[in-house]
């Protein structure tokens, strides 16, 4: 929940946008309902049995009263009684057979916000890996807690909303059986109750929506809160925190009291509506006395306001108020998650020219990693990482990058992979530009291998022959035999054995992705520390095996300063300025790396 | 052992009641509002009790035509009115109460969580303090509400059962009778599948794991390029979830359809018997009415579990935001420190633990005013606890810390942040503007200073090249690991007192902005003591003095040429090749 705060905080705000409207959802509800209209209509079907029950009912009632306690015929009256509680029994399977259709229609919205969900959170992730992470819980959130909320909302505003209108045709028909003068004093006070809670719908739906934004705001803060204690303490500004997180709260306590204040108003349109008509009825007995209705048609008339129509209105109104604003609110969240993504998801435009790419080298004379002119940053109008920065690696030479935490090592090994375009500058892979190309193009150049492992729930083989999916079992062996995976797939179960991520250790979820690795045809491997969980043998065996394999350069952000001693030239990134060269040469030349390699000398 | 909890609040127990005493206090401080509750639920009860009597004998009245009908009916509708207009001030009321009472317990715990050692709230996490103060906090302050509730909603009912008996003894027998023996007919029916939800919400944690998993490897997915397969295999259990979500929807439906059917027929079967009074000249058509709406009433004892659950919530969310409430606060002296003092630190007999386990223990260490200190040694060694302690994030558990020879735990709050000042690896920024960010403190920096600052931590340049400069929205710049601990020291600069502490603040720093760092803070930041925790090792060559912390100890506090020699001490610096490596400067 923090995390997504942060994310929808970095949203560019659109200021004349309210959220939680319902025009906006309609081109997506009308669809919907649409391709569900069979499922509507066997819902309808049910819920006219539940019309009759509820006719059944009030009629029974009267008819007990009039033929039968009244006359003095007590077994008339038992008689229709019984009918009534025999059509209140069926009522059991009619329910039954509307959560039945209920299922239907409410099940496949489901379906369709976890997919939009998981899609999103994909596409996201993927445009933007470092900040995955950090979207995971608003992510898993949209997955599982919101997707519950609008399918449990949905399900009772169909429940209550059907269960009103079908109950009141059946309380309708039912006195213009009995007497059709009761209408004329029911109907008109009901529709006045309707009209008043019509009314207070829409401010009551603003009332929920600022209430809403007021708990997420200040939850978001209060989280926020535990994070930045430790520097709010050490600077001394926990006193301002606490009047500004003052002010959230004070905000929360008020939107509580608006949503207070139309809860009371709603209650007043509810019993109007649910009231009025009953006491206007008993208000007109006298006239309807004269106009010959009986004794059992209002006792049946008051039954069908009491036992049937106040229960459905209360039920309906209840939910149109909570659920009904909950659901639009969550809805509306899923359909702009979706804009916002349409906005931003433009791809970033690309690269000044490289004309010379298409006079594609002789293959095997082209280095195998090449740039020139490259300025990396984060984003328009930041600073760069590195700055005219050019590199040519031969092929089957291995390269060690190394440099301070936080320096742009990442980023650099994204821009040789192509998954973040340069501001500047171009980068050719075995002669080919990488500018353009489609990520499975990009798949077969190179394989960029990051710290965390991925490891998906499937057979190992699926997992080991993911970037090439055609890779025969002897291939794969081979793999597992250079790098030693033969004891972790033995455990495992075997080529064919179904892999649990979260039963794998993070070392031997990377060993795998080593292994994946071997098995891809692309000539360049970047590892970016994605040894970091293996023990220093293991670390250098592994990068060994796939330095050796044929035909293969390989990059290595170096995790530990080993790595940098078996590489045949190093990289060090220091800023913009950039150091290249053979461990001797930088001992000499680069500060940094003295300082990073711990050779210093004391007495200097 | 060491005992880092406070030695109260340790039993279940003493942790109930004092959970209880906090609602209690909250109570209290709505006290005139919940009594109107109270009372207004107790008139509404009343109301909704008189009504069904009237109504009945209204009916009688009016279909006699009597002429004390009109007034019968005046008072019915006066009592409806009287209904329906206190049920909405016990909203009105109920809701009220709420929010004041969850502001109460929200602005209390704020405090007291700023108050507190950020070590001594380091076991929540930020997501279990949010879910505390919003969650939490709102069901315990539900609580006075729901309670005042209760007793109307017991009444009612109750009041309605005795009703019953009153008009017609027989009606009252089978409303007795005929509740557990329909319950008992009904559940016969009842399939029994309570684990359906459970199942549902597997399969649901299921498809979350994927997705989690799946994002963990996001990098991954974008460099092998199989988003499309990688969607496909997360949806994979979305048919399972969609067979048990219907289950779950047949077994509601069938709890849904046992309820539903209950309550009708209680009332056909008293309605029967009524009709057999009705029949015998008993009662009359008005009593059969009013009968039929009390045994309605009756049947709503269940309504007490809405205020009974929300008292019982409340109580258990008490517990939860009391346990942020019994965080002990961090408390200030009123000392002054001397005025133009040097900032010279001193550790006595320091130790402190996290969890019973000592993780720093006897460290003494005199830093004399205007040294800078370099502390070294490997991860998890304690440097950064000692750090902590020295500028008082944290009280040790045993030892003293003195500053200029004033104890720290004396020291005023405002003096103690305005001359302690901390720079960390992975700062935290707050404010509205990066500008804002800076200056943010015990007091707040000028603009000319924020800028001065921002100059000497190397962060100038790349905040003018924002697109708002130092005004640019914090959240709209994306900063690299590198800027951020720059934006952190300029913080640190810009409110610089008489003594610094450096907490890893350079370690994304390339070598020529730590170079810069570096002199600033020997010429252009103000002169005192710098405590720096480094792993570098150019750092502690710089330094005056180098303390070597090795297990929470100190190994040795020397300079470090001196230190040099020991090969143990130039393995804390991953330096394992040591014959080629002198002269090469």
Redesign the interface.
């Known amino acids: 929940?923090?995390e997504e705060a942060?994310s929808t905080?970095?949203r560019?705000t659109r200021p004349g946008r309210r959220r939680g409207t319902l025009r906006g959802l309609m081109p997506h509800a009308r669809p919907f309902l649409w391709r569900h209209r069979r499922v509507l209509l066997r819902l309808g079907a049910w819920s006219l049995m539940e019309s009759a029950q509820t006719f059944l009912?009030g009629i029974c009632?009267a008819r007990?009263?009039d033929q039968?306690?009244?006359v003095?015929?007590?077994t008339v009256?038992?008689a229709w009684?019984a009918v009534?509680?025999v059509s209140?029994?069926l009522?059991?399977?009619?329910?039954?057979g509307?959560?039945?259709q209920?299922?239907?229609l409410?099940?496949p919205l489901?379906?369709g916000l976890?997919?939009r969900a998981?899609?999103e959170?994909?596409?996201r992730?993927?445009?933007d890996?470092a900040r995955?992470?950090g979207?995971?819980?608003a992510?898993?959130s949209r997955?599982?807690q919101q997707t519950?909320i609008a399918?449990d909302s949905f399900?009772g505003l169909v429940l209550t909303v059907r269960s009103f209108l079908f109950t009141a045709v059946g309380a309708l028909v039912g006195m213009l059986t009995l007497a059709p003068e009761l209408l004329l004093v029911v109907v008109p006070p009901m529709l006045l109750g309707l009209l008043l809670f019509l009314l207070t719908l829409a401010p009551m739906a603003a009332a929920q929506g600022r209430f809403l934004d007021a708990?997420e705001v200040?939850?978001?803060r209060?989280?926020?809160?535990?994070?930045?204690?430790?520097?709010?303490?050490?600077?001394?500004?926990?006193g301002?925190?606490?009047d500004r997180?003052?002010g959230l709260?004070?905000e929360?306590?008020?939107s509580?009291?608006s949503?207070?204040?139309w809860?009371?108003?709603r209650?007043?349109a509810l019993?109007?509506a649910g009231?009025l008509p009953?006491?206007l009825l008993?208000?007109a007995?006298?006239w309807l006395?004269d106009q010959g209705v009986t004794?059992g048609a209002?006792?049946g008339a008051?039954?069908y306001l009491?036992?049937s129509l106040l229960p459905a209105l209360q039920a309906m109104m209840t939910a149109v108020g909570a659920a009904g604003s909950r659901l639009v609110v969550v809805l509306d969240r899923f359909v702009s998650a979706e804009a916002d993504g349409t906005d931003t998801g433009e791809p970033r435009e690309t690269e000044s020219g490289d004309q010379g790419a298409f006079a594609s080298p002789v293959p095997g004379t082209a280095p195998a990693v090449w740039c020139r002119g490259l300025r990396v940053s984060?984003?328009a109008?930041?600073?760069p990482?590195v700055e005219d920065f050019g590199l040519s690696v031969e092929a089957g030479e291995r390269i060690a990058i190394v440099?301070?935490?936080?320096?742009?090592k990442s980023t650099l090994a994204h821009v040789l992979?192509g998954?973040h375009t340069p501001d500047e500058g171009s980068v050719r892979l075995a002669g080919e530009p990488i500018a353009g190309r489609?990520?499975?193009e990009?798949?077969r150049m190179r394989?960029?291998?990051?710290q965390?492992?991925?490891?998906?729930?499937?057979s190992v083989r699926e997992n080991l022959a993911?970037?090439e999916p055609g890779a025969g079992d002897d291939r794969l062996s081979r793999a597992v035999s250079a790098l030693r995976l033969g004891p972790l797939v033995d455990r495992l179960g075997g080529l064919g054995a179904d892999v649990d991520?979260?039963a794998l250790s993070a070392g031997e979820r990377q060993a795998l992705?080593l292994g994946r690795a071997y098995v891809s045809p692309a000539p360049l491997l970047i590892l970016?520390e994605s040894t970091c969980h293996l023990d220093p043998a293991a670390e250098a065996h592994a990068e060994n095996v796939l330095a050796n394999r044929p035909g293969t350069t390989l990059f290595v952000i170096a995790h530990r300063?080993s790595s940098a001693l078996r590489a045949d030239r190093i990289l060090v990134?220091?800023?913009?300025?950039t150091a290249f060269g053979t461990h001797e040469s930088l001992?000499?030349d680069s500060?940094?790396y003295?300082?990073?390699?711990?050779?210093?000398?004391?007495?200097? | 052992m060491v005992s880092t909890r406070p030695p109260d609040g340790t039993t279940d127990e003493s942790v109930a009641r004092s959970a209880d005493a906090l609602l209690v206090r909250v109570t209290r401080a709505s006290a005139g509002r919940t009594a109107g509750i109270l009372l207004c639920a107790a008139a509404a009860a009343a109301a909704s009790l008189a009504l069904p009597a009237m109504?009945g004998r209204?009916?009688d009245l009016?279909?006699e035509?009597h002429p004390d009908?009109g007034r019968a009916?005046a008072v019915?509708?006066a009592l409806?009115a009287a209904?329906?207009?206190l049920?909405?001030?016990v909203?009105?009321?109920?809701?009220?109460v709420?929010?004041?009472s969850?502001?109460w317990l929200?602005?209390r715990t704020?405090?007291r969580?700023?108050?507190?050692?950020?070590r001594d709230?380091s076991r929540?996490?930020?997501?279990?303090?949010?879910?505390?103060?919003?969650v939490h906090a709102?069901e315990a302050g539900a609580a006075p509400a729901g309670a005042a509730q209760i007793i109307a909603a017991v009444l009612a009912p109750v009041g309605a059962l005795v009703a019953l008996f009153v008009i017609d003894p027989w009606t009252g027998l089978a409303f007795v009778l005929g509740l557990p023996a329909l319950g008992l007919l009904l559940r016969s029916?009842a399939r029994h599948s309570s684990d359906s939800v459970s199942r549902y919400q597997r399969v649901?944690?299921l498809?979350?794991?994927?997705?989690?998993?799946?994002?963990?490897?996001?990098?991954?997915?974008?460099?092998?390029?199989?988003?499309d397969e990688?969607?496909a295999?997360?949806?994979l259990p979305?048919g399972e979830?969609?067979t048990e979500?219907?289950r779950?929807?047949?077994v509601?439906?069938?709890a849904?359809?046992?309820s539903?059917?209950l309550m009708?027929?209680l009332?056909?079967?008293v309605?029967?018997v009524g009709?057999?009074g009705?029949?015998d000249g008993r009662i009359s058509?008005g009593d059969?009415?009013a009968v039929?709406?009390y045994a309605?009433l009756a049947a709503g004892l269940g309504s007490v579990a809405g205020p009974l659950g929300a008292l019982v919530r409340g109580r258990t969310a008490a517990r939860r935001v009391n346990a942020l409430l019994t965080v002990p606060p961090?408390t200030h002296g009123r000392a002054e420190l001397p005025p133009d003092g040097p900032g010279a630190l001193e550790l006595r007999g320091v130790g402190v633990a996290i969890d019973g386990a000592w993780v720093l223990r006897g460290v003494d260490l005199c830093v004399p005013g205007g040294q800078t200190v370099a502390v070294v040694g490997r991860s998890g060694s304690g440097k950064s606890t000692l750090g902590a302690v020295a500028?008082r994030?944290t009280d040790p558990d045993e030892g003293e810390v003195r500053l200029d020879g004033v104890p720290l735990g004396t020291v005023a709050?405002?003096v103690?942040?305005?001359e302690v000042?901390?720079a960390?690896e992975r700062?935290?920024?707050?404010g509205a503007t990066v500008g804002d960010a800076i200056a943010?403190?015990?007091e707040t920096a000028p603009a000319e200073s924020v800028r001065a600052a921002a100059r000497a931590a190397g962060a100038d340049?790349?905040v003018r090249?924002?697109?708002l400069g130092y005004a640019t929205p914090l959240?709209?710049?994306?900063f690299?690991?590198?800027?951020?601990?720059r934006l952190g020291l300029a913080?640190a600069f810009a409110?610089a007192g008489r003594l610094m502490i450096l907490d890893d603040a350079t370690?994304?720093?390339?070598?020529?902005?730590e170079r810069r760092v570096d002199r600033a803070l020997a010429h252009e930041v103000r002169a005192g003591t710098r405590v720096v925790i480094a792993h570098?090792?150019?750092t502690a060559?710089r330094a005056d003095l180098v303390v070597w912390l090795e297990g929470g100890r100190v190994r040795a506090v020397r300079t470090?040429?001196e230190l040099?020699?020991d090969p143990g001490y130039?393995a804390v610096?991953?330096?394992?090749d040591t014959s080629g490596?002198?002269?090469?400067?």
């Not at chain 1, 990134?573 to 300025?577: A, I, P």
């Open positions: 929940m923090v942060a905080a970095r560019p009912v009632l007990a009263l039968g306690f009244l003095g015929q007590p009256g038992l009684l009534a509680a209140i029994l009522a059991g399977p009619v329910l039954r509307v959560f039945g209920l299922s239907g409410v099940e489901r379906d976890v997919r998981v899609r959170a994909l596409r992730a993927v445009a890996p995955a992470a979207a995971e819980r992510a898993v997955l599982t519950e399918r399900a708990d200040f939850t978001n209060a989280g926020g809160l535990r994070g930045q204690l430790r520097d709010l303490v050490a600077c001394g500004a926990t301002t925190a606490a997180t003052g709260i004070d929360a306590a008020a509580t009291r949503l207070a204040r809860t009371a108003v209650t007043l019993g109007t009231q009953v006491l008993l208000a007995t006298p006395r004794t209002l006792m008051l039954a009491v036992q984060y984003g109008g930041t600073r990482l440099g301070p935490s936080g320096i742009g992979s998954l489609s990520p499975r990009l798949a394989v960029l291998l990051p965390e492992g991925y490891v998906f729930a499937g993911q970037l991520p979260g992705c970016d300063l990134l220091d800023g913009t300025g001992l000499r500060p940094l003295r300082d990073l390699t711990g050779h210093w000398n004391a007495s200097g | 109504l209204t009916l009016l279909l035509s009908a009916l019915t509708v409806t209904e329906v207009a049920g909405a001030a909203a009105l009321l109920s809701g009220t709420g929010a004041r969850t502001a929200r602005l704020v405090r969580l700023l108050a507190a050692a950020p709230v929540f996490s930020p997501g279990d303090v949010a879910t505390r103060l919003s709102t029916f649901q944690s498809l979350a794991t994927r997705l989690t998993d799946a994002l963990g490897g996001a990098r991954s997915i974008a460099a092998a390029g199989t988003v990688e969607r295999r997360v949806l979305l979830l969609g979500g219907r779950m929807w047949s509601h439906g069938s849904m359809a046992r539903g059917v009708p027929l009332i056909t079967a309605l029967a009709g057999f009705l029949a058509v059969l009415l039929s709406r309605a961090l500028g994030l709050a405002d103690l942040r305005r000042g901390y960390f700062p935290h920024l707050q943010s403190g015990a340049d790349f090249a924002l697109p959240e709209e710049a994306p690299s690991g590198g800027e951020l601990q913080r409110h370690s994304s720093l390339d070598t020529a902005t570098r090792l150019s060559a470090h040429a040099w020699r130039r610096f991953g330096h394992g490596a002198r002269g090469d400067r």
